[in-house]
């Protein structure tokens, strides 16, 4: 059978892949520990599930407009406003599928053959196969856990040429946790304030998991506004993973040319999650903080349990909740059985052995890295890393 050419341009994202494979090995019987998946392990929240059983009652079982339903572009803008102070309209915002949705209606709507796309290391995987399946060429800044896997102003500019089209980045990170801070992001934009046909997508799908500061976007900056593409969603800030709800926040010309590749893809997001999203993104944010606070603890003890374990280093997240250790030292080690030689084989020895899922962190650019995910119990990760603890212990 012959398929289309555009199937080889990107690869499946390697923590779908993971995930899988967990799956697989679960399905054998075995007690996989799932450090890989970027899922809040909580429900969501009872006054959003309401609004939820109330729409299906309710009747709100029909096409949506492609950009979202009106109340929901505006709750939209209502929470820009709340927390971001940043001034937005109904016809600067599309809601999508997904903030995944969001980023692809983004990188195809504005990325060309051969157009350059500036990525910092590391990043969330599904960014550099977007741009592929644009055709566009990535260029990636190499960042370290030295500089706090965060670029620098001078970084960026060397990173730029004429053929620039766009630069992607998310704070908090997927999977560094790096948070940039209102100077950083500063001297960023002043960078940008010289290429004015430069684009930026703010992924801030991570805005209320940071345990440093308050969140700072990088929309601020009224010189270079016009030209950002806010992408958020309710994923991981209301524990709505399964829900699919995304949007952006841009200038009208991106927002309607987004809207018209989504009108053939999949039109509007579904209708019942659009009026939950209402009263997630206008109403009570304490269960939100409540998730938060417990983020932070498990936060602390993942970084005690990483840290005890020889030959890994690991920097403390800012925000997300993940850790992204450098693995590398136990590259061309071996149990006997099974030798180590990249952070996928590193991956694949702990799911064999310690029946523990992680993600190598190649998928995310960075391939001395692994990254673990810490939204499990409390339960689940002290015996993940018990056993990771052991398993590595065998490697000589």
């Not at 009872?46 to 109340?71: C, F, L, Q, R, T």
């Not at 084989?345 to 799911?351: A, K, P, R, T, V």
Request: hydrophobic share 40%; net charge negative; proline share 5%.
């Amino acid at each position: 059978m012959s398929l289309s050419s555009l199937l080889q341009r990107f690869n499946e994202p390697e923590t779908l892949k993971m995930a899988k494979l967990g799956r697989e090995l679960r399905a054998k019987g075995v007690d996989v520990i799932d450090l890989s998946l970027g899922e809040p392990d909580f429900d969501t929240p009872v006054h959003i599930k309401e609004a939820a059983i109330k729409a299906i009652h309710d009747n709100w079982s029909h096409y949506s407009p492609v950009a979202g339903y009106p109340d929901l572009r505006e709750a939209v803008c209502f929470k820009l406003k709340r927390d971001n102070n940043l001034e937005y309209k109904p016809e600067n915002i599309v809601v999508s599928t997904g903030a995944k949705q969001s980023l692809a209606n983004t990188i195809l709507a504005v990325v060309d053959e051969e157009d350059e796309v500036i990525i910092p290391t590391p990043y969330w995987v599904t960014y550099s196969e977007l741009v592929k399946l644009a055709r566009g060429k990535v260029v990636e800044i190499r960042t370290s856990p030295a500089a706090g896997f965060k670029i620098t102003a001078a970084e960026l500019e060397a990173a730029i040429t004429p053929k620039t089209k766009l630069f992607m980045f998310s704070s908090p990170c997927n999977p560094s946790g790096a948070v940039y801070n209102k100077a950083e992001l500063a001297a960023l934009a002043a960078v940008f304030e010289k290429h004015p046909d430069i684009l930026i997508i703010s992924d801030e799908i991570y805005e209320y998991i940071n345990f440093v500061n308050a969140h700072e976007s990088i929309a601020q900056f009224a010189s270079i506004k016009d030209r950002i593409i806010i992408v958020n969603g309710l994923s991981k800030g209301f524990a709505m993973t399964g829900w699919r709800l995304g949007y952006i926040a841009a200038n009208p010309e991106i927002a309607k040319a987004c809207e018209k590749l989504q009108g053939q893809f999949t039109s509007g997001p579904t209708s019942v999650t659009q009026k939950a999203a209402v009263v997630a993104l206008t109403t009570d944010l304490r269960p939100t903080h409540d998730m938060v606070k417990e983020f932070t603890r498990r936060r602390t003890r993942v970084l005690e349990l990483i840290k005890a374990i020889p030959g890994i280093n690991c920097s403390e997240p800012d925000g997300a909740f993940y850790i992204f250790p450098d693995v590398h030292s136990y590259f061309g080690k071996s149990d006997g059985t099974q030798t180590i030689t990249n952070a996928n084989d590193f991956c694949m020895y702990l799911l064999n052995t310690a029946h523990v899922s992680s993600v190598m962190g190649d998928a995310f650019g960075e391939p001395n890295c692994v990254r673990f995910s810490f939204a499990n119990s409390m339960e689940k990760i002290e015996e993940g890393f018990r056993r990771i603890a052991e398993a590595l212990s065998k490697l000589k």
